[in-house]
């Protein structure tokens, strides 16, 4: 993606952020004020986007909430992109039915090593602040992390979600280490003194964690953005390596053209609006091409392919 930094009329700008943007929370209006007291003071919103090195190789679905944190930074915002590697340990409890398994410090930081290079097919990190968030959660005392949980209510955590069906299912179990994450995930949010936080649908109950955290600290509560999940090549399932539907971020240009090529004809909507920036116009005028019978929806498909691995590959 080029870089394309500008300051456009709040409204224009909001409507370039809303492309990717499943939610506004606590509403759109609140996003509204937020630029419009930003602007009036000249300055740039800090809008952050956590992810945890969980793996070496993002998938396309990971590549949505940086493609939003790009367009506010080419908005002229700050892009703060927080690296979860003390996160990463403990293990995110979002949309999982059973504990994610904790990764060990040597398994983040080898996970980590390709993580930069990937992101920064999507963001400009020369002009991003990149920050790991064992800078300050590591320095906790356990008296700070008391204090810090007695913010929180168990009734509250328990509003997450994830924690409610399991404590539904009398053969799941819920365990005290994945009551911090939100906690954590919330603090990251006082640490950087996010403005806007971005996430997929699955961090909504994460990221209004954040607001809560702000507020017990001092802060304005951040605005939540999130953005839909990207739904496989096939199936009703969203991407997802442990279903093989999926194309790797750090894959070579000819293996992601030939791994999308195979994607359901019904998913050509969806990626076209959320994997590239081709005007949503111009894709409704494609997609109607095909359905009238005047396109083949292959060579509709390979037009599309060929602009999300064009994006990738800065060509």
Not at 82 to 100: F, H, L, Q, W
Request: aromatic share 6%; proline share 5%; with cysteine.
């Amino acid at each position: 993606m080029a870089t394309t930094t500008r300051r456009l009329p709040i409204t224009e700008q909001l409507g370039a952020i809303c492309r990717g943007t499943e939610k506004i929370l606590p509403d759109e209006a609140a996003l509204l004020a937020l630029m419009e007291r930003a602007d009036a003071e000249n300055r740039p919103l800090r809008v952050k986007l956590g992810i945890d090195p969980t793996t070496h190789d993002l998938t396309l679905g990971h590549t949505i909430p940086l493609r939003n944190l790009r367009r506010f930074q080419d908005l002229g915002h700050q892009a703060v992109l927080v690296i979860g590697n003390y996160t990463a340990t403990v293990g995110d409890p979002s949309g999982r039915s059973k504990a994610r398994p904790p990764l060990t410090h040597e398994q983040v930081r080898a996970n980590a090593e390709t993580f930069r290079e990937q992101a920064g097919k999507i963001l400009d990190l020369e002009h991003a602040e990149v920050v790991w968030n064992s800078e300050w959660l590591s320095k906790l005392t356990l008296q700070e992390l008391i204090r810090i949980c007695g913010q929180v209510s168990v009734k509250r955590m328990l509003q997450g979600e994830y924690f409610g069906r399991r404590m539904e299912d009398p053969e799941q179990t819920i365990f005290m280490h994945e009551m911090f994450y939100p906690i954590m995930q919330g603090m990251d949010s006082v640490a950087i003194r996010a403005d806007v936080e971005l996430g997929g649908t699955d961090q909504e109950f994460n990221c209004l964690m954040g607001r809560d955290m702000q507020r017990q600290n001092g802060q304005a509560p951040q605005v939540v953005v999130t953005s839909p999940l990207l739904l496989g090549l096939t199936g009703p399932e969203k991407m997802s390596k442990s279903l093989n539907n999926y194309v790797g971020v750090g894959w070579p240009a000819q293996e992601q053209f030939n791994r999308l090529m195979t994607m359901a004809d019904d998913r050509m909507a969806g990626y076209y609006r959320l994997l590239t920036d081709v005007p949503l116009w111009e894709v409704e005028r494609r997609l109607a091409a095909v359905r009238s019978g005047e396109r083949d929806p292959r060579d509709a498909k390979k037009d599309l392919v060929t602009h999300i691995v064009a994006g990738l590959h800065g060509e």
